[in-house]
Structures are given as C-alpha cells and as structure tokens.
Nanobody, 116 residues
Framework: QVHLVESGGGLGHAGGSLRLSCAASRSIYNIYNMGWFRRSPGKQRELVATISSSGRTTYADSVKGRFAISRDNAENTVTLEMNSLKPEDTAVYYC??????????WGQGTQVTVSS
C-alpha cells in the first residue's frame, strides 16, 4: 500500500523555483509531523524542513530563507516551495510523516536537479 504520494520536482535552474507536494493516505491517522528530507549523491539523508500539526516549522540552515513548508491538515498534504535554487539543492527529496504514535512513513522519493 502506498501511503505517501509525492509530486513536483524535476529540473530547475539556479535562482529559480520548484514546488514539491506530498499527499498522505487517509489510512494514516493522527499525523504529528510532516516534512521533507533529501539525499544528495555521496551524502547521507538530511532534514530539509518539517512542520508540526500546530504549524511549528523547522528548516535546515542551508535552506532557511529560501524554502517554505506548509501543510493542509484537512487534506493531509504537505508542500515545499523551493526558491532561489542552488545547484547544491540537487538531490532526491523524500516526503516524511510521523504520527502521534511515533509511526514513520516515507515517500518513494522525487528527483530535484538544479542546473547552474
């Protein structure tokens, strides 16, 4: 069963913008945190941004001021607006959901490539 469906991403240009969206299945209840992680070639997976059910956000230092995360609790969706893109933002981006019962779900990953 696919729990998280990601969309968006693809090819962007330095200084440009891209948007990622993720829809969580209705089978996932009591979602606490939603967010995005990424993995660049040769690097470990790293947190990009998260947003809690109350709207509290966290961002990696590398994306602060450039990326914005938002969520729709009624629709179980989370969106990442990526602005002022840099080539170092190139990575596979993974949607992430944690419930209040500490169950974790991961998306399949979507490729983001930023050309200089």
């Amino acid at each position: 069963q696919v729990h998280l469906v990601e969309s968006g991403g693809g090819l962007g240009h330095a200084g440009g913008s891209l948007r990622l969206s993720c829809a969580a299945s209705r089978s996932i209840y009591n979602i606490y945190n939603m967010g995005w992680f990424r993995r660049s070639p040769g690097k470990q997976r790293e947190l990009v941004a998260t947003i809690s059910s109350s709207g509290r956000t966290t961002y990696a230092d590398s994306v602060k001021g450039r990326f914005a995360i938002s969520r729709d609790n009624a629709e179980n969706t989370v969106t990442l607006e990526m602005n002022s893109l840099k080539p170092e933002d190139t990575a596979v981006y993974y949607c992430y959901v944690r419930t209040f019962m500490s169950d974790d779900y991961w998306g399949q990953g979507t490729q983001v490539t930023v050309s200089s």
